[in-house]
């Protein structure tokens, strides 16, 4: 076993990038849809990979994050390959663990991977109150889809945590990283390229960039917060930082090609806590100068885009769905209505004439209205509490970087990821999608894992 165990070791060490591109190989493989038999002997291999090396796998699940509307066929059945990589990544991950605790008798594998209580506390609240929703559902003639809901983006994206911590805290968070930043620029290409050639979706006066999405705001939810996941710990790295710029500018100008509001606001609420957090309250300014800059771009380029409430009366559109969401509560304030039930009901029964345009609605459009509707009013208490503990955990580490005089680049990029998602899930959604969950609980873990590089 020792043997075993220290020759993947030496394979780990020395072929991180290796075992990324076979995994992304395997993916390619997949997505021109097999039989079952041979789809199951290719998720097996990328478990075997996995299990070899975890960073590797944890770059394949932030690489998929994006493609969660482009499914692969398998049999008679269709599966996201962000869940596939999931599930592999949670094999290989169990069956190394396993081996490396029979190896040095010893559980201190295990502990690797465990978080501080309030997160543990966090997921197993977030299982229970799934399971509960599941018991009250308003239609459960849909129970398919919220079964799924759950499946996809309450209990699979929890494996992001423990396979976090155990990367960053063994110093290979680079690979994972370099994945989600190589499959952000590949992904804010397409959707620009795509937008001149064309493509996209036409919508107030303008044409918006939708990439591997169906819809441009999913575009502009990915690259908000894969830019500022990736771009913060290459700017702090004296090898990376250009590299950091870099990403930076392709974020932002995929941001715009978006169209998208809440994206802008939120990319720059995501930057003004990370300079927050590093003392640089003066480039503040320079973050809202940007920001005016690029809604002059837009007024210029799109204004009617910029300033069109959406609705087809005065009332803007958000505030029609708002209220709709607000009649359903009044009906269900203490169960909500379950994990996806929102289109069901919204559109059927609570939908006013002023918001048929919306009708096809899938979601309040408002993290806190989400959770409630979702998993009742435990569900929003839930919200709340976690931005609160977010809250906490961000004024934490601000003290830290002052009294210590370093900058926590990976801790920085989380808080500014999560920043970014709940100031755009005000008004859009937060959490409640494969590819948000994912990178949410990574910026989660990011936030909480004790981080293997500094800079000053």
């Not at 930057?271 to 920001?291: N, S």
């Amino acid at each position: 076993m020792s043997r075993l165990l220290a020759s993947i070791e030496s394979l780990e060490s020395r072929g991180n990038p290796a075992f990324l591109g076979f995994l992304v190989v395997l993916g390619v493989i997949l997505a021109f849809g097999l039989p079952v038999p041979a789809s199951g002997i290719v998720v097996i291999a990328a478990a075997a990979v996995s299990a070899v090396s975890p960073s590797a796998a944890l770059g394949a699940c932030l690489a998929a994050t994006p493609l969660i509307f482009r499914p692969v066929s398998i049999g008679d059945g269709s599966w996201m390959l962000l869940e596939l990589a999931l599930i592999a990544a949670s094999i290989g991950l169990a069956g190394r663990v396993a081996l490396e605790c029979v190896s040095t008798r010893s559980i201190a594998p295990v502990r690797e991977l465990l978080p501080g209580i309030a997160v543990l506390i966090g997921g197993a609240a977030l299982i229970t109150l799934s399971v509960l929703a599941l018991t009250n559902l308003a239609d459960p003639g849909h129970r398919d889809a919220s079964l799924r809901a759950v499946r996809t983006i309450i209990l699979e994206p929890l494996v992001i945590v423990p396979l976090t911590l155990r990367v960053v805290r063994r110093g290979r968070i680079e690979v994972a990283l370099g994945a989600l930043a190589a499959m952000m620029v590949v992904v804010a290409g397409w959707g620009i390229v795509g937008l001149l050639r064309g493509s996209g979706v036409a919508a107030d006066g303008v044409r918006r960039a939708i990439g591997p999405y169906n819809h441009p705001n999913n575009l502009a939810f990915f690259i908000e917060r894969a830019t500022l996941l990736t771009a913060i710990p290459a700017f702090f790295h004296p090898r990376y930082r250009r590299i950091g710029i870099a990403l930076l500018v392709i974020g932002g100008v995929a941001v715009l090609a978006t169209f998208s509001r809440g994206a802008l606001i939120g990319l720059s609420a995501g930057a003004v806590v990370a300079l927050w957090l590093i003392g640089r309250l003066r480039a503040i300014a320079g973050v809202a100068a940007a920001l005016v800059a690029a809604g002059g771009v837009l007024a210029l380029l799109a204004g009617e885009r910029l300033f069109d409430s959406g609705g087809e009366g005065s009332e803007p559109s958000r505030f029609v769905i708002w209220e709709g969401a607000e009649r359903i509560l009044r009906d269900f304030p203490l169960t909500g209505i379950g994990p996806d039930q929102f289109y069901v009901m919204y559109g059927l029964r609570y939908i006013e004439p002023v918001g048929w345009p919306e009708r096809y609605t899938a979601h309040a459009h408002n993290i806190f209205l989400d959770f409630w509707l979702w998993f009742g009013l435990a569900g929003l208490a839930f919200a709340v509490v976690a931005c609160a503990w977010v809250a906490w955990r961000t004024i934490r580490l601000q003290r830290i970087v002052v009294t210590q005089g370093t900058i926590k680049a990976l801790p920085i990029a989380g808080a500014a990821a999560l920043a970014a998602g709940l100031t755009h899930g005000l008004i859009d959604h937060g959490f409640l999608l494969p590819d948000l969950a994912v990178l949410t609980w990574f910026a989660v873990a990011l936030m909480i894992a004790p981080a293997a590089e500094t800079a000053r």
